[in-house]
């Protein structure tokens, strides 16, 4: 046979093995192997090809948990194992620059008084890069401190006595709109350590028992890890119920959402659930504290109808997968836009926003950190995560969903520069 005849037989053959087989399948029969005469004593063996089609059988669903991640050992033929090379990201080229300031006020507190704010980004990214600070203010001692968990900066003042004291710190950060394209694998990959941190359980969001049989029902035979993301997403918004009448962002408290079988609440609670749900089959997940600065072109209610930010606190969440790098999602902001603006669930535009919200993050909102059990210096428990002001006075640690020692304001407002 001639090399070319060869070659397009057995391009052929490859393509109609995968077929023959699945077909064999459905109807119950033994696939037959591909066997060779010896001559002798005419017995016959596998060949070659036999033993490499066999190899290349579909195999059942691989169950995945956060000891076991998928980033590890992906399923063959996902978008975990069809990597391209590296390319360097492109920037994004429209960019808008908010100035957020922050005003604090003491009310005739006693003693040593601390406060603590949490600070944007410190490192640059493809959507947000913080330009400066500065402040001022009666604070004995004011300085700005990083901490070791989820790049978290905060900003620290410290007064002595009991007056009535104040504290303005002002902050300029500019952010382009994130998006993820599906048709493009060109991301490095991430951290080791990083993440193993966002695979691990905290305090309130778990990544096994109950967390774990849940997503494994939510995935069922779903191989891809995108694909089992969005399966995720999709259940979420499902099921979650927004409720704007909690104070903040809610508590953040996965595991008695579990517990109770009732799920939702408000930001931190309904993103948090997507996180520990990713985690618990091995998907690197984590929720992204942070803050809404402007005016939203997808809902009135996704963003500010003015320059006061004072309760603009909103939780976001993203997952990770090899090569494509860090996915945005926002499975909340789909059930505030229910509870918010009177829609309903099969409304076209709610449709359109469960798509949108899957991948891209408008970035009329700032991040702040990654955090979760944080530690504050000089404290000794951790706290779930820090999104408020916190006010550590004679009585206590105090946060901005209910300062009751100190009064406190944020706006924003798009400048140019």
Same mark, same amino acid.
């Given at each position: ?27 119950? %029969? ?17 060949? !070659? ?9 579909? /195999? *059942? ?75 001022? *203010? ?53 951290? $080791?350590? =990083?993440? +193993? ?17 849940? %997503? @494994? ?11 089992? %993301? ?15 009448? #909690?104070?903040?962002? *809610? ?34 997940? +984590? ?12 809902? !009135?209610?996704?963003? #500010?109808?003015? $320059? ?18 860090? =996915? ?12 918010? @603006? ?10 359109? #926003? ?5 991948? &891209? ?12 059990? &944080? ?14 002001? +916190? ?6 640690? +105090? ?7 100190? $009064?406190?304001?944020?706006?924003? !407002? /798009?400048?140019?520069?």
């Amino acid at each position: 046979m001639k090399r070319r005849d060869f070659l397009a037989a057995a391009t052929i053959l490859s393509l109609i093995a995968p077929e023959a087989w699945a077909e064999k399948k459905k109807t119950g %029969a033994k696939p037959a192997s591909s066997t060779k005469p010896t001559g002798r004593s005419g017995s016959s063996k596998p060949s !070659r090809r036999g033993r490499a089609v066999a190899a290349a059988q579909p /195999q *059942g669903p691989v169950a995945h948990t956060a000891d076991d991640p998928i980033t590890e050992k992906p399923p063959a033929g996902t978008s975990a194992t069809r990597l391209p090379p590296v390319k360097a990201p492109e920037p994004p080229v429209d960019w808008r620059t908010y100035e957020i300031t922050t005003s604090v006020k003491l009310l005739g507190t006693s003693g040593v008084t601390n406060l603590w704010l949490p600070l944007p980004l410190n490192q640059d990214t493809l959507f947000q890069r913080t330009l400066g600070h500065n402040w001022s *203010g009666t604070a004995g001692n004011s300085s700005m401190r990083r901490l070791p968990d989820g790049n978290l900066e905060v900003f620290h003042a410290q007064w002595p006595d009991g007056r009535e004291d104040t504290l303005t710190i002002k902050t300029l950060v500019t952010t382009a709109d994130r998006h993820f394209d599906i048709s493009k694998r060109t991301v490095a990959p991430e951290r $080791e350590d =990083i993440l +193993r941190r966002n695979l691990q359980g905290s305090q309130l969001i778990p990544n096994d028992g109950l967390a774990f049989q849940l %997503a @494994e029902r939510i995935i069922g035979r779903i191989k891809d890890p995108v694909a089992q %993301a969005k399966s995720i997403y999709d259940w979420v918004i499902d099921n979650a119920i927004y409720d704007p009448s #909690l104070p903040g962002c *809610g508590t953040g408290d996965v595991r008695g959402q579990l517990v109770r079988g009732q799920y939702g609440g408000r930001s931190a609670d309904i993103n948090g659930l997507f996180v520990a749900l990713c985690r618990a089959i091995g998907i690197p997940a +984590r929720c992204v504290y942070g803050l809404r600065t402007g005016t939203s072109r997808l809902f !009135r209610s996704l963003g #500010l109808t003015g $320059e006061d930010a004072t309760r603009s606190q909103h939780v976001r969440a993203e997952f990770y997968t090899p090569g494509f790098g860090w =996915i945005p999602v926002d499975p909340s902001d789909v059930r505030r836009a229910v509870a918010l @603006e009177g829609i309903s669930d099969r409304d076209s535009r709610l449709v359109s #926003l469960k798509k949108v919200l899957f991948g &891209v993050w408008e970035m009329n909102w700032i991040a702040y950190n990654f955090g979760s059990d &944080v530690v504050l210096p000089g404290q000794q428990g951790p706290i779930p995560f820090l999104l408020f002001p +916190r006010l550590e006075w004679r009585d206590g640690m +105090r946060d901005g969903t209910n300062p009751a020692a100190f $009064e406190y304001r944020i706006t924003a !407002r /798009q400048v140019a520069l």
